[in-house]
């Protein structure tokens, strides 16, 4: 297995990353978030709704999972650290150790900006549903990249219509549950603090940017304007969620001011692929080449999962992977990181 040289050691490490230059790229993260929050603000103030957190799904709730995966994370890594025979009392001394109080403050002042940006991204998401939506030109887009075709019925064509559905499907729902796990792993896996906050940055940044690209082209994607090219799949849970998006588009729409006026569809950029395209990142960011292989396989299968399915265009797919590849340029500069870690057999 791959393992990470600790340039520093448990007891040194606080107060060499609590100097000014170390807390220079908190502040930095904190500053971005700060000015993608005052444009969320800015938005609300347009649109005249306030920000929602419909059940505690985007914030609230997703505080109390990652402070559970957090958790989870430190107690494996202690326990593998350990090694057998099993020795609560050596795994809680190494746990004391890395876990002090300084670098676990500043473990969640990162996971707090992570998940501040997560609300703005999904309320700016919302609000961003009230403009018409320009499906046409990505439609005409494709299928002048597939010389006349659409992508879509390709992939239908010549994987089938009715297993490969449903391995898609599965392919593409495995999505939510990695995503909440990386995160908060990225930064209790990490050995050294600063390169959890160049992840936990470029995971903002590709939040961010998404943004960005869904208010630069708003769409709903093919499963809505191009239904026909789907009409051929088994019925799937997918197609329930697919009408519950467009029953809060229309809602959002009828009545932006109600209460449980909320929702979540859009298709340019892929955020399916650039979120996961990230996540590979991580991987590479920590030189784990075994590992950052599996998830670009991943990777790849998500972005003939969303075609497939008819959540998104293939330009929206290259644009994922465009805004992941900015976001891990944007993100160490951002907190003032220079180098991966030093990978050693």
């Known amino acids: ?3 990470l040289i600790a340039p520093e050691s448990p007891s ?19 500053a971005v978030v700060a000015l993608f929050t005052a444009l ?4 609300s103030l347009q649109v005249g709704v306030p920000f929602r957190d419909p059940g505690g799904a985007y914030f609230v709730g997703r505080l109390e ?8 994370c430190v107690l494996a890594e202690a326990v593998l650290r350990a090694g057998l025979p099993l020795s609560p009392s050596r795994t809680w001394r190494l746990i004391r150790e890395k876990w002090t109080p300084a670098r676990l403050a500043w473990s969640w002042v990162a996971l707090l900006a992570y998940h501040v940006t997560y609300l703005v991204y999904h309320n700016l998401k919302s609000w961003n549903d009230l403009r018409d939506p320009h499906d046409q030109w990505l439609l005409d887009v494709d299928r002048a990249l597939f010389f006349g075709h659409s992508p879509a019925v390709l992939l239908h064509d010549l994987l089938g219509e009715h297993a490969a559905a449903w391995t898609l499907f ?5 999505f939510p549950t990695l995503v909440v796990i990386a995160f908060p792993a990225c930064v209790a896996l990490a050995t050294r603090l600063k390169d959890a906050y160049a992840c936990i940055a470029a995971f903002v940044w590709v939040w961010m940017l998404g943004t960005g690209t869904y208010y630069l082209i708003p769409t709903l994607g093919p499963f809505h304007s191009a239904p026909q090219e789907f009409a051929g799949l088994p019925h ?7 009408a519950r998006y467009m029953q809060q588009w229309d809602n959002l729409r009828a009545a932006p001011h109600a209460d449980d006026a ?13 979120v996961a395209a990230v996540i590979m990142g991580v991987l590479w960011w920590h030189r784990l080449r075994l590992a950052t292989a599996v998830m670009a396989v991943f990777v790849a299968g998500t972005m003939v999962a969303t075609v497939y399915l008819g959540w998104h265009f ?15 340029t944007l993100g160490p500069l951002t907190v003032g990181v220079r180098r991966r870690p030093v990978r050693v057999s």
């Open 1 to 3: 297995m791959d393992q």
């Open 12 to 30: 040194t490490s606080v107060p060499s990353e609590a100097s000014s230059r170390w807390l220079s790229g908190p502040l930095r993260l904190w």
């Open 40 to 43: 969320g603000v800015a938005r």
């Open 65 to 72: 999972l990652t402070a559970a995966i957090f958790a989870g």
């Open 170 to 174: 599965v392919w593409y729902e495995t």
């Open 236 to 242: 799937m849970p997918i197609q329930d969620t697919q």
């Open 262 to 274: 909320f929702a979540q569809v859009a298709a340019f950029a892929s955020l399916h692929v650039g």
């Open 314 to 328: 293939f330009v929206d797919d290259l644009a994922g992977l465009a805004i992941a590849a900015l976001a891990w």
